[in-house]
């Protein structure tokens, strides 16, 4: 294994809340409107600090995707996914962008937002949404 160069961010940083890896910039974000199996997630433009598993089909909420899950560099936890290919024409701006489920990483003001086992969020701050 090869020496591990990781990217320091300046600004808003969202970070993987197990190593404190910086792995995107609040400025990328392009939408908060995202939901995954633990609650929110947010779609950004680039991340930084990650790499990415392999490739596969999945049926979405907003139709059949070609994603590939992420993983924090550093400690390996899985942080969200990108979209390789999108099957529909509205999907279309999504290729090449990453999601970050908001449950994975830290805010930018260091909050972390917990979910119970039922679902629902029951910690935390995500003072950033607004």
């Not at 600090?49 to 139709?63: A, K, Q």
């Not at 260091?110 to 969020?121: C, E, F």
């Amino acid at each position: 294994m090869g020496r591990l160069f990781v990217v320091h961010l300046e600004g808003k940083i969202y970070t993987c809340k197990h190593c404190k890896t910086h792995l995107a910039l609040y400025e990328d974000i392009i939408s908060k409107s995202f939901h995954c199996k633990h609650g929110k997630a947010y779609l950004f433009n680039k991340v930084s600090n990650v790499t990415i598993g392999e490739t596969e089909d999945r049926m979405m909420m907003t139709g059949k995707h070609t994603v590939a899950d992420i993983f924090c560099v550093s400690c390996g936890s899985i942080v969200g996914w990108r979209y390789e290919t999108a099957h529909e024409k509205s999907q279309k701006y999504k290729e090449g962008k990453s999601v970050l489920e908001r449950f994975k990483i830290s805010g930018p003001d260091g909050s972390n937002y917990w979910v119970s086992s039922h679902g629902r969020h029951i910690g935390g701050s995500d003072a950033d949404d607004s």
